[in-house]
């Protein structure tokens, strides 16, 4: 459900207040903080955050700045080292942060496809293994990275609990977690279900610095295993009396931060003009509706995820920005612009790619650096970064850090 869902990323009233239990492991690293928070790695960013992963207040700072300072994050959908890089590269020359996003099925793929997935084993291992190439490499960037995974049914909790699992054992060794959020989509569920599976997630969540996005309503069309496709068009436009509900629940949750999808005609993959009803006003009315209600002297109190922004125009996105979307999901585009990369260096290379000897410039030459796997993967990095750029243009997103 990524691609047309609004998502509200909303914490508790306050930023992300971690609980107790989260801000005693931390206090040497809280005093440490505030000892240099003068010392900032951005201009334009909050003290708190530094280049590599962003996690707990770092995170809700970083999404607070985006939303004051009217733009959106790139959140893209990857599958390897090749396109988690490649977002990282876009980021560091368009000058924002990006989220690298994992889903189950991207996940499976990292750990090898002829693995059994039996329990989820697979895809808890290859997403972990991902999260932690990303730890490993984020900081060489020197940009802020965030660590997320996309939509997660009820019959795929156990790929959550494996991977909250492993931000436990990372906390308990590094003082923060390995992943900085986690989307649950229990859109299919009923209201109250959905949210009340979501709040017991959040206090675990919570005790480890994690942020949770939610769904309400549904994005249409189908992606990585989750079919929309014959979805009653009235579930792709969610109320803003169930944002409302969703936002007063998780609020209860001491330490919580969240961010919920909020439907407003989102449909994942690209389609012919014309076939996608996009309604952002949704999403003016569910601040307006919870203003009201909290009594907020913020017109914006919620933050919002724009879901399934492949082929959304220009002017709806930049619309959504106005009413405090502060990321969009990115997928169907990023794939078509990795395989245009590798399609254009296949292209140019026709005659040197035919066998491993023999090429127009000889019949005895080798062309080994022709048909080395990292040329044509490079080139498909390449072009990906490039379709990020123009993407972060559109969100807004470009010399946002300093």
């Known amino acids: 459900m990524k691609l047309a869902i609004a998502s509200v990323l909303a914490g508790s009233a306050a930023a992300f207040a971690p609980t107790a239990s989260f801000s005693a492991r931390n206090s040497a690293l809280n005093m440490a903080e505030t000892a240099t928070e003068t010392e900032k790695a951005f201009a334009k960013l ?10 707990g207040q770092a995170l809700t700072d970083l999404l607070d700045a985006a939303k004051e300072q009217g733009y959106a994050i790139p959140g893209v959908n990857i599958v390897g080292s090749n ?3 490649a977002c990282m590269e876009a980021a560091a020359k368009y000058g924002g942060p990006i989220m690298v ?52 049914q009820k019959a795929w ?17 590094n003082g ?34 994690i942020l949770i996005e939610f769904e309400l309503g549904v994005t249409g069309g189908e992606e990585d295993g989750v079919d929309n496709t014959d979805v009653d068009s009235s579930r792709l436009y969610t109320q803003p009396e169930e944002v409302f509900y969703a ?7 001491e330490g919580g931060a969240f961010t919920c999808a909020a439907s407003f005609g989102n449909v994942h993959g690209v389609y012919a003009p014309g076939n996608v009803d996009l309604q952002p006003i949704i999403l003016y009315n569910s601040q307006k509706y919870i203003q009201e209600k909290i009594g907020s002297s913020d017109d914006k109190p919620m933050r919002f995820v724009f879901h399934g922004g492949s082929g959304s125009s220009v002017e709806d996105i930049q619309y959504a920005i106005g009413a405090g979307v502060v990321k969009m999901n990115i997928d ?6 990795f395989w245009d990369g590798v399609r254009a260096y296949e292209a140019k290379y026709h005659d ?40 972060a243009e559109d969100l807004k997103c470009v010399n946002v850090l300093n």
């Not at 169907?332 to 612009?337: F, H, S, V, Y």
């Open 352 to 391: 040197y790619l035919q066998g491993q000897i023999g090429n127009p410039e000889s019949d005895d030459k080798p062309n080994k650096k022709y048909y080395d796997p990292r040329m044509s993967l490079r080139a498909g990095e390449e072009s990906m970064a490039a379709r990020l750029i123009k993407a």
């Open 247 to 253: 936002y007063e629940q998780l609020s209860q949750v």
């Open 157 to 173: 909790l156990p790929w959550i609990d494996g991977l909250l699992a492993a931000s436990e054992e990372h906390f308990e060794k």
């Open 46 to 55: 909050p003290a708190t955050v530094k280049p590599g992963v962003v996690t």
């Open 332 to 337: 169907t585009d990023t794939q078509w612009a």
């Open 176 to 209: 923060e977690p390995l992943f900085s959020s986690h989307m649950l989509d229990l859109s299919e569920e009923p209201l109250e279900e959905n949210i009340g599976i979501c709040k017991e997630y959040l206090e675990k969540f919570a005790k480890v610095g």
């Open 83 to 85: 396109s988690i890089n």
């Open 101 to 152: 996003t994992f889903s189950k099925g991207g996940g499976q793929f990292i750990a090898g496809k002829s693995v059994d997935n039996t329990d989820d084993v697979a895809s808890i291992a290859g997403t972990v293994a991902g999260a932690k190439h990303v730890h490993e490499v984020a900081k060489l960037y020197g940009v802020p990275v965030v660590l997320h995974t996309d939509h997660c």
